[in-house]
C-alpha cells in the first residue's frame, strides 16, 4: 500500500501538482488519470523519487520515503520496479541483459539462478526465444514486455507503469494491460499506472485518482466512473458522442 | 557562469554514492574499447599526413643552403610534440570521442534511461560518466603517443621519397638536442585535454532535455565547449609550464 499526502510541485512558479492526497492499495490496479500536462507523470516520478516534491510525503507500506536515510530509501528502491513509457530499454544490452540488469545490481545471485530467473520473467509476458535480440531488433509492444519483464525481475512490491498503452496498437494495448493486472494479482503487488487511455480505465481502473489542473478532483473505480456527477471528468470520459448519448439513454 | 557552476556541482555528484570497484573496473574497460576502436585509424590517417605535409613545408621555407637538411626533421618533431600530437588530435578527439559521448547521454536521457538508472537507485552520473572519464584518462595519453609516431614517421616517409634529405639525416634530426621535458609536458597536456574534453562533452549531453533534436545541438555545443576549453587550456599550460 502506498500512501500520499499533501503532495505539491511547482516548476518555476507554475504549479503542477496543489496537494495531492490519496492511497493507492496492494494487490490492485490502480490509476492515475487525467488528460495531457496535469501532472500525472510528475506526480509519479515524485512518488518514486526522481522528482523530490516542494510539500508533502510519500509512505511506503507506512515507511517515509522522502524523509528517508540513504539505507532506507535504497532499502525502498529495490522493492520498486517501473515501466517507463517508451520501455527505456538500455540500448547498449540485448534483451537479456537489460531484463537482467537489476539483479546485477541489487542482488547477489549467482548467474545460473539469474539466468532461470530472467527466462521465467520473459516467459511470464510472452517473449520466448529473444533473449539476444537488442531492443532496436524488436517492435514497440515487445519492448513495453521486456520492460515489464525487467520491472518485475527482482520480485518487486511496488509496480509503476507510466502510460504503458502509448504507441500501441489498441490490441496490443489491451493485451499489456491485461499482463499487467495479472501480474499485480498474481505476485500480489501494488502497481500505479498512469494512463489518459479510456481502455485501461475501464478494462483494469480498480481503483481510480483524477487529476485536473494539478488537483484530485475525483477517486474511484471503474463501476462508478460513469456516474461521477464531476464536470471534468465526464468531459475526459465522454469525449465522443456515442459515448455522451450513452449517458443520456439515447442510445 | 551559471553553466560553469553546474559543471563543478556536475563534477561533485560524479564522487559521491558509487558503484562497486568491479562495476567501474568493467565498464572503463568496455569504455577503452570503445574509444580506441572509434578512434585509432582516423588518428593514425590525420597524424601521418601531418607530418608528411609538415616536412614538405618547412623544407620549401628552408632555401638557405647554410640552414642544414636535417633542421627539417628536427622542426617536424618540435612541432609534432608540443602542438600537433596533444592539440590537434584533441580537436579531433572532440569531435569523434566527444560528440559520441554527449549524443549517448542525451539519447538515454531523452528516453528515459537516465531515470530508469535513477529508479533502481543507481547514482547514474556516476555510473555513466565516470567510466567515461577515466578511459578518456587513460586512452587519450596513448592515442597521443601513436600520433606522435605516425607523425614522425609520416614525415619520413615524405623526407625521403621525395629526396628532401636522406634517412640517416632524417633520423640525424629526430634525436638531435631532443629535449625530454617536452614528452612530460605533451603527456600533461593530453591528460589535461581528456578530462576536459570527456568531462564537459558528458556534462552537455547528461543535461539535454527534449527529445532527438535537442540531442543533436548538446552535441555540436559538447564539440564546441570542449574545443574552446582546450584551446583555452593549451594556452594556460603553454603559459604556466613552458
Ligand atoms: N522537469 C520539468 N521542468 C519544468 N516543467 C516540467 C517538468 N516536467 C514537467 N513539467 C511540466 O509539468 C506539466 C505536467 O507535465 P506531465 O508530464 O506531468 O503531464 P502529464 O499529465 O503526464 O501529460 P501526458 O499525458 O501528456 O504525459 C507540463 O506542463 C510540463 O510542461
Ligand atoms: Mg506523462
Redesign the interface.
Known amino acids: 500500500m502506498i500512501k500520499i499526502n499533501n503532495i505539491s510541485k511547482s516548476f518555476a512558479d507554475k504549479i503542477i501538482l496543489n496537494g495531492i492526497d490519496g492511497e493507492f492499495d496492494k494487490g490492485k490496479t490502480n490509476l492515475i488519470i487525467g488528460s495531457s500536462g496535469t501532472g500525472k507523470s510528475v506526480l509519479l ?1 515524485c512518488i ?3 522528482l523530490h516534491p516542494d510539500t508533502g510525503n510519500v509512505f511506503y507500506d507506512f515507511r517515509n520515503f522522502t524523509e528517508a536515510d ?1 539505507d532506507m ?2 532499502e525502498i ?2 522493492e ?1 520496479g ?1 515501466l ?3 520501455g ?4 547498449s544490452k540485448n534483451v537479456e541483459e537489460n531484463v537482467m ?2 539483479l546485477d ?2 542482488t547477489k545471485m549467482p548467474k545460473s539462478e539469474k539466468i532461470d530467473r530472467v527466462n521465467f520473467c520473459l516467459k511470464r509476458v510472452g517473449l520466448e526465444g529473444v533473449n539476444k535480440k537488442m531492443p532496436s531488433e524488436i517492435s514497440g509492444g515487445m519492448k513495453k514486455r521486456v520492460g515489464i519483464a525487467r520491472a518485475i525481475v527482482n520480485n518487486p512490491n511496488y509496480l509503476f507503469c507510466d502510460e504503458p498503452n502509448s504507441g500501441l496498437d489498441p490490441q496490443t494495448s489491451i493485451v499489456i494491460d491485461e499482463l499487467i493486472m495479472e501480474i499485480t494479482h498474481e505476485f500480489d503487488i501494488t502497481t500505479i499506472v498512469v494512463t489518459h487511455d479510456m481502455n485501461s480505465v475501464m478494462g483494469i481502473g480498480e481503483k481510480i485518482m483524477f487529476l485536473s489542473k494539478g488537483d484530485k478532483l475525483w477517486e474511484g473505480s471503474n463501476h462508478d466512473i460513469m456516474n461521477s456527477g464531476v464536470k471534468e471528468l465526464d468531459d475526459f470520459v465522454f469525449t465522443n458522442k456515442i459515448m455522451k448519448n450513452l449517458k443520456h439513454g439515447t442510445v | 557562469m551559471k553553466g560553469f557552476g553546474r559543471y563543478m556541482i556536475f563534477l561533485g555528484s560524479l564522487v559521491v ?1 558509487r ?1 562497486t570497484f568491479k ?1 567501474y573496473y568493467h565498464l572503463t574497460l568496455e569504455e577503452c574499447i570503445q574509444i580506441g576502436i572509434k578512434s585509432i585509424l582516423l588518428f593514425m590517417l590525420v597524424s601521418t599526413f601531418m607530418g608528411a605535409v609538415t616536412t614538405l613545408q618547412t623544407a620549401a621555407n628552408l632555401v638557405s643552403p647554410l640552414v642544414p637538411k636535417f633542421v627539417v626533421s628536427q622542426v617536424v618533431r618540435e612541432m609534432t610534440v608540443l602542438e600537433l600530437a596533444p592539440t590537434i588530435m584533441a580537436i579531433i578527439y572532440a569531435g569523434k570521442v566527444g560528440s559520441s559521448m554527449s549524443g549517448g547521454l542525451g ?2 536521457r531523452i ?3 537516465i ?2 538508472l ?5 547514482n547514474s552520473a556516476s555510473y555513466l560518466v565516470l567510466p567515461k572519464i577515466v578511459a578518456s584518462l587513460m586512452m587519450f595519453p596513448l592515442l597521443v603517443i601513436v600520433a606522435a609516431v605516425c607523425s614522425m614517421m609520416g614525415g619520413y616517409l615524405a623526407g625521403t621519397l621525395t629526396e628532401i634529405l636522406t634517412p640517416t639525416e632524417y633520423i640525424y634530426g629526430i634525436r638531435y638536442a631532443f629535449n625530454e621535458y617536452f614528452i612530460t609536458f605533451a603527456l600533461i597536456k593530453s591528460i589535461v585535454f581528456a578530462f576536459l574534453i570527456s568531462s564537459i562533452s558528458s556534462f552537455r549531453g547528461y543535461y539535454t532535455q527534449g527529445g532527438a533534436l535537442e540531442v543533436g545541438i548538446s552535441s555540436t555545443h559538447a564539440v564546441t565547449t570542449s574545443i574552446i576549453a582546450v584551446l583555452i587550456a593549451d594556452y594556460l599550460l603553454a603559459y604556466l609550464l613552458l
Open positions: 516520478k518514486v523519487g526522481l540513504k530509501k535504497s528502491r529495490r520498486i517501473m517507463f513509457q517508451g527505456a530499454l538500455f540500448d540488469f537489476p545490481i541489487l | 554514492r558503484e562495476t539519447t538515454m528516453t528515459e534511461q531515470d530508469a535513477e529508479v533502481m537507485g543507481i
